[in-house]
């Protein structure tokens, strides 16, 4: 009876002991947005066993990101929606993209498989805009002339809170639709002429498979985890791609990140004959002159370590790694974090 | 030590009334008392408007009011007057569960359970029956998607079902047997028992339980953000996609990068608080009103 007293005794402090040298390791805290959060989540917990360092990631969306880095309640900040680089100078901060990932379009429609359907960008903005209805319309007929589409009405199912996917949805759209760019325009969240608002990618890939006649978009690894009819689009070369690695791969290489200010770069409707249209980077935003060294110079590391050892994980999630030229040019822009002395952090 | 407890209720009041309109006066010199009417909400070109909102958090509100009320009164009277009285306990427990079960709970059953089968079975159901009938036929105009303002009202119906029938139930039991069995006396049936007896002697407390269903039909969040279509425009049908205005502040408040996006969120935070002190106030002359009529 008293040896398991002792036992538990000795179980209880060797937890603590354990406890308190967790709490001396440097745990740095990040917050932004939510599509990257399953990544950041995997790698925290990979770099956690490798150097006993961990990180507390705060999936709260972009814009509460961006407003935490700049209140510097945060080590660092995420948003799927770069920053300007004027808004960067007047902040203080640094931003880089950290991994890509893609949007497609999801349908519910009888008789039509995943790949089946082909669309172009004009026609999404047309039916998110209400001009096209029903699914026989001539615009979705030209574009398949092989399908048979039923005189269906089209629901229109699109993100109800503020999401860094919506931003490059719409951003996307106004690219390739005058129409779409004076009347609604790009933002994490517009006033969108038709449809049902879903909460969250979940809600819309919920959504879209309830509901007969749905079009949506998400997140490719929630169409390809729940199973989804995604489409095909047409790119801006003018070939039909399919949402894949291959061509989220080619969009991210065609995009020209050594003369971005700041990396402000959307990988929308990126030029190349494979290359997805709507593809998308999430980034990362850093205090130039960060509140806490220590943690700044951490955070460096993590991602530096990310780059490095995380590629895999990603493809995994079905995210896609930064390219390694590109790698190569965010590092180089780490040496603007410097410490009070006017040394860059991260050398 | 007791004033004290009392006064510091009145200062926190204070406080988030201040600080609600602190916050919210870059939207009320934006857009002024035009706010309250617009239907607009675009974040884009940064206009916006409550009506909406105020539109669809009403309206949901009286739906789960009118499935609510009669229902629960129903369950509170078979609880104290028909239930067999071993059966009295199991099931005035599982009302109080329902009470105790986590809004987002209701949200995520909602969208994967409820939706899909009112979309597939009842609301079909409703169009083709009231599609002939004038002012119903706009009430319950397709198409179905399963979730919408009916929906929610639906859900929230649930949600306050346990406020209402639980304390209905309470206040029933405290109507003096000798009251009820003067009425069995000179020969009353159940219903006038009720109607006549019991309801009268309780409805103060009818009235509060009534009142604490509406308080949270008219706050409640994660459920109805879920399954009423988060849809900024006022519709004449049920079956239409709406928002309410804590589903708004909860969907966009995170994302909401400018000042005056967060102001204009801040703004409904207060016009929600300013509706539920009108309903309270309102509940409360409906009281005094009935005290001075039987007094």
């Known amino acids: ?347 | 030590m007791t004033r004290a407890a009392a006064v510091i209720v009145l200062v926190i009041l204070a406080g988030v009334i201040v600080s609600l309109v602190y916050g919210s006066m870059p939207a009320i010199q934006a857009f002024g008392f035009g706010f309250l009417t617009s239907q607009a909400w675009n974040p884009v070109t940064e206009n916006f408007g409550a009506a909406a909102a105020i539109y669809g958090t009403l309206v949901t509100s009286i739906v789960a009011m009118v499935i609510a009320v009669p229902v629960g009164l129903g369950v509170a009277t078979f609880l104290t007057e028909l239930c067999p009285h071993a059966l009295r306990r199991p099931i005035g427990v599982a009302i109080e569960l329902l009470a105790g079960i986590p809004s987002i709970i209701y949200g995520i059953w909602g969208l994967f359970v409820l939706a899909p089968f009112l979309q597939s079975h009842v609301q079909p159901a409703l169009i083709s029956a009231f599609g002939d009938i004038p002012f119903f036929s706009t009430l319950f105009a397709g198409p179905p998607y399963g979730i919408g303002m009916l929906t929610a009202g639906f859900i929230l119906a649930i949600m306050v079902l346990p406020f209402i029938a639980s304390i209905s139930r309470d206040v029933f039991e405290t109507v003096p047997p000798v009251l009820k069995e003067a009425a069995w006396g000179i020969g009353a049936t159940t219903w006038e028992v009720m109607r006549y007896v019991v309801v009268p002697y309780t409805r103060v407390g009818v009235i509060g339980g009534m009142m604490l269903g509406l308080g949270r039909a008219l706050g409640e969040t994660m459920a109805v953000t879920f399954v009423i279509g988060n849809a900024h425009k006022i519709s004449g049908s049920l079956l239409a996609p709406g928002t309410t205005i804590s589903a708004t502040i909860a969907n966009e408040f995170t994302e909401a990068v400018g000042d005056l996006y967060t102001s204009a969120l801040i703004e409904l935070g207060l016009i929600l608080f300013v509706i539920t002190f009108f309903v309270l106030a309102l509940a409360r002359y409906m009281l005094m009103r009935i005290e001075q009529k039987s007094a």
């Open chain 1, 1 to 347: 009876m008293i040896s398991t007293i002792f036992r538990r005794g000795a179980g209880a402090a060797l937890a603590l002991a354990v406890m308190c040298g967790a709490a001396a390791a440097i745990d740095i805290s990040g917050a932004g947005a939510t599509f990257p959060y399953p990544i950041y989540a995997k790698w925290a917990e990979a770099y956690r066993k490798d150097t006993g360092n961990g990180l507390n990631y705060q999936s709260i969306g972009s814009g509460g990101g961006i407003k935490q880095v700049k209140a510097r309640t945060v080590t660092f900040g995420a948003s799927d929606q770069p920053l300007k680089a004027e808004e960067l100078q007047a902040a203080g901060l640094v931003q880089w993209p950290q991994v890509i990932g893609g949007i497609v379009p999801v349908i519910n429609l009888e008789g039509v498989a995943g790949g089946d359907l082909t669309l172009d960008g004009l026609t999404v903005a047309k039916i998110f805009l209400g001009e096209i209805v029903k699914w026989d319309d001539a615009a979705i007929k030209k574009l398949n002339p092989k399908a048979k589409l039923p005189s269906q009405p089209i629901v229109v199912v699109h993100r109800s809170d503020g999401s860094g996917t919506t931003f490059n949805f719409t951003n996307y759209l106004s690219k390739v639709s005058p129409d779409w760019k004076s009347k609604v325009g790009e933002n994490t969240s517009v006033e969108w002429p038709v449809g049902i608002g879903a909460k969250g990618n979940e809600g819309v890939a919920n959504n879209v498979a309830n509901t007969k006649g749905a079009i949506g978009y998400v997140e490719y690894a929630y169409a390809k985890q729940n199973k989804l009819t995604y489409t095909k689009m047409v790119n801006k070369d003018g070939k039909v791609v399919p949402p894949s690695m291959e061509t989220f791969q080619a969009a991210a290489a065609g995009a020209d990140w050594s003369h971005a200010e700041g990396f402000y770069e959307i990988l929308t409707n990126e030029p190349g004959a494979k290359a997805w249209p709507i593809t998308a980077a999430t980034f990362i935003l850093l205090p130039k002159e960060p509140k806490s060294e220590a943690d700044a110079a951490e955070a460096l590391k993590f991602f530096s370590w990310a780059f490095a050892n995380g590629g895999k994980m990603a493809e995994e999630l079905d995210y896609i790694p930064m390219p390694k030229p590109v790698v190569e040019l965010i590092k180089k822009s780490w040496a603007n974090v410097k410490s009070a002395d006017g040394k860059p952090l991260l050398h």
